[in-house]
């Protein structure tokens, strides 16, 4: 099993910056990435990012330039910088862990932080 907790959410102004956190526990040695999506209110879920265990990086088409994801593998830690927040950004933020354990790949959700975009 593998446990996320996620940090950082709220409320902040249109072009303005929030940094999502996502710690993770468990069978952290079994994880091989970790991600963010969003779920805007009354939408599917949706990949924002994914970053590997040796740092590869993936990104949707429309947070290029934006959103920033990182990892700290010594804290066991996944980031998520977004600047030039728009009003479109608001969603359910989840942090999302794919594990490989005896073969098999499992996904882990946290359980979600509010990001609202709005003057």
């Known amino acids: 099993q593998v446990q996320l907790v996620e940090s950082g959410g709220g409320l902040v102004q249109p072009g303005g910056s929030l940094r999502l956190s996502c710690a993770a526990s468990?069978?952290?040695?079994?994880?091989?990435?970790m991600g963010w999506y969003r779920q805007p209110p009354g939408k599917q879920r949706d990949m924002v990012a994914t970053?590997?265990?040796?740092?590869?990086?993936n990104y949707a088409d429309s947070m290029k330039g934006r959103f920033t994801i990182s990892r700290d593998n010594a804290k066991n830690t996944v980031f998520l910088q977004m600047n030039s927040l728009k009003p479109e950004d608001t969603a359910v933020y989840y942090c999302?862990?794919?594990?490989?354990?005896?073969?098999?790949?499992?996904?882990?959700w946290g359980q979600g932080t509010q990001v609202t975009v709005s003057s």
């Open positions: 999302n862990a794919e594990a490989i354990i005896r073969g098999f790949t499992y996904n882990y």
């Open positions: 468990g069978r952290i040695f079994s994880i091989n990435s």
């Open positions: 970053i590997t265990r040796d740092g590869t990086t």
